[in-house]
């Protein structure tokens, strides 16, 4: 089956065509090693374990490539501020190297509480410091790169064409708001790709320009080049990386060896909180271990990034994920129902939604396409057939449904059966507009103990009386 996707740099959805047959190379930005990973940054990594399991649902074979930024990315990303590492650092009263060890961890620590699926390569910026010396002398060579008493900055004016992928109009564009004005710079667009290190900087190297360190951009372009070669088919991150960091990747990689390194860039859009954006400011930024602490858990978060398709913002609240982690658990309770049940569906049936999912994921990953589908599935007659189609679902969705009954008596083995069950129909009962009938049922419940509150979706939050 054809897979679309859609493609940052030509605005459309494209059918993917792999540079090699069955196989794809894949390069996502992973985090800078700072601070715990948000649930924002999560939505990211969620929208690049999708492609993952999309891929090999199709039957590729994967060669994806995730970066550790452990040094260089600056605290504003057009190369002014200070390192991200050190000012962290100094702060903790640790040395950068620690910080990096002990954020590393917890961020693989999350990934694995999402059960987002195991990349290929890991690997740590500071573990390819050679690779990206080498890469800004071949600019440098090829007349890209030009020394300031800062570092070595990109030649912006020589390449054909910047931007190519932001729909920014540098041309005739002051600078301004974006980009700090530095007088030594040819070109206000410039970028640093490596940087003289002050004397008091930990993270810094031999270069023929003394002690310094690369800069954030160069990083992944030297990374994706090691590992995946000078061509490979996608490059992932969120789309606050379209118009610096994935612009520069591109420019550097046509300065060091001629042309754009990737067929397909991909971008997925932000997580909002409340409508707005995370913010230190607001005390609004959540960590997985933040959701777990409410009652959350981490697949719960996962449900609901499947709600919103990865191009659209996504807002999140307690409300809505909290529906998700009933929804989570309604759903492990079918699969439980379906997998107890002898009774036999066609299978034709089983083959209908088999391809209906598979061409909502062939479809630029549309999620939220997907997860109806699952839903209309478990409506079934119960049966064994639509326990093991959603386990084959699971190997997309990575929900780890095949474990259900360990959630399940986990976190709500004190909720009976027969509660679910009284739930399920009060919601038919909704959809049929038949609310006293809903009424009676939650009336029901409320004599069997639990008092339950309508939260969102048609999905409903539980107490005991
Ligand atoms: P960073 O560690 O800041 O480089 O970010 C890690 C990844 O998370 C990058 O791909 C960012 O684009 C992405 N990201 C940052 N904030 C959000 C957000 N609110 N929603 C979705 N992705 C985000
Ligand atoms: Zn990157």
Redesign the pocket.
Known sequence: MKINLYNTQTHTKEEFKPIKKNEVKIY????????F?????????L?MDSLRRMFKYNGYKLNHVMNI?DVG?LTSDADTGEDKMEKAARKEGKNPYEIAEFYTKAFINDIERLNIDKVETITKATDNISQMLEMVQEIIKNGYGYETSKGIYFDVSKLDKYPVLSNNEVTGQEAGARIEVDPEKRNPYDFAIWIKAPENHIMKWDSPWGKSYPGWHIECSAMSRRFLGEHFDIH??????IPV?HENEIAQCKGAFGHSPVNTWM???????DGG??SKSLNNIYTVSDLIEKGIEPLAYKLFCFSAHYRNK?NFTFDGVKASQVALNRMRQSYIGHLSSDDDIDDTIITEYEEKFHEAINDDLNMPKAIGIVWEALKNTKSKKIAKLLLKFDEVLGLDLENSAKYLEENTSDIPEEIYRLIEERKQAKENKDYSKADEIREKIREKGYVIKDIKNGEVEIERV
């Open positions: 996502t930005c992973g985090p800078t090693v700072y601070n990973a948000s649930i924002g940054n999560f939505r990211t990594y929208f930024t990315h992932t991150g969120g789309v606050d990386h960091h971008h997925c859009e932000f997580l909002l909180i954006k995370m996504l």
